[in-house]
């Protein structure tokens, strides 16, 4: 880099710690009023998913409910998913109402330690799966009553295990293990350009820990990753020597070294799973091969004196709105799972066998394939002339088989676990280091 060019790196860089600095300021200046906003968003919450059930139909009531339903949909969720790009968590941390009642329960609740089953990292799998699922039967996206059913439910579900579970000061074991959208939000917050890294890092990689001060349970000195992070900021101390400090980076750049931050295979399973299911909901609505099947089985059911299956269930259960000329039989229940469980297993092995065939290829390419390329021979041939001994094997590796993705520092790191020499053969990792299995064993 010229002189010119190292100047103004610094420049800059002296200038993003001056904002992160700044940005630390707010934050601890604002948040004294945090439990302000939680419970005005609590309020507003519960007025948003109780009133357009309970009030009596009228055109007024039908107009709030149309509100309530374009306020949750058309504007918390798509707002919710944009903020993790750039914020993390922050919606947990800072505006969530389920996770602010889940930790106000604690502070008076049992403060049991949180049992392995909870802890178990598939937890929020089955819960996203569940939720959405019965989602889709009760037609949470149409009816009050299913809004109130889904989420009065889910926040129930969030004062149970809050005022059960966690240790110490306000936990918020809900948040971490359980909630159907936090594993959703935890993976995409790995992208996140705010991160919250510690000013005194220990060795050794993430742990958990239910004694400290981090709600959701992080061993703050030794925090790689961002995935439990609600960005509740209470461990961001500027005047103290430890704690958390804020960081701003490139988007993405977790993502792009994630072999150093506790990568899990409950995220890869959740990505294959969770995208299964949620595209199953969405195709049985759009599909005419879902009707078709629908009378195809309604049919040969009828044949077979299967009456029942024409007869309606319960209304927590499936869609009853007489009044609205939408009512489901078991037929519909049972097809409707079964259609999104079937979608949902297909798309996992589409994705997980395009996975390891690109896991494959990438671990092929680096071994030799792409060392062949007329690109890469060139630029090592040319490397080959320097005057470095071991020019050959670094410019080969450098041309040839560097991981496009992969950053200087996981380069060199790859190199210092394999030795000292550099040497090709000892760089190159196996296809299998990044499959959901080998990333399960790191993590
Ligand atoms: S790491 Fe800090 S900001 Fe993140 S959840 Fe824990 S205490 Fe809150």
Known sequence: MSAGGGTVALASSSAIRTLTRRLEAVVVRFRPFFPFIHAAMAVFFVALIVGPAILPQSALTQRVAGAANWLIWGLWFPLVFLSVIFTG???CGTLCPMGAASEWVNRVGLKRPVPGWLRWEGTPIVSFLLVTILGQTVGVRDYPGAILE???GTLIAALTIGFVYGRGREKRAWCRHVCPIGLLLGVFSRLGIVDLVPKRPVA????????????TMIDLKRKT????????MRCV????????QLRLRPPGEEVAEIDRHHPTAAEVWFLYLGTGVSLGGFLWLVLPQYQWLRQTIGAWAIDHGWDWIGESGPS???VVHPEAREVFVWLDFLLIVGWMVGVMLALTVILAALNALTAWLAGWLRAGGRAWSPAAIS???SRNHSSDGNATARGTAAAGLAKPWRTASSASSARTRSGASGSRKSTVPSAMEYAPAAMSSSA
């Open 89 to 91: 968590r922050s919606w």
């Open 150 to 152: 889904v989420f009065g």
């Open 204 to 215: 050794g990689g993430d742990a958990y820990t239910e004694r400290g001060l981090c709600p």
């Open 225 to 232: 990753e961002s995935r439990h992070c609600v960005m509740c």
């Open 237 to 244: 101390q500027p005047e103290r020597a430890g704690g958390l």
């Open 316 to 318: 927590w259960l499936m």
């Open 379 to 381: 630029r090592a041939s």
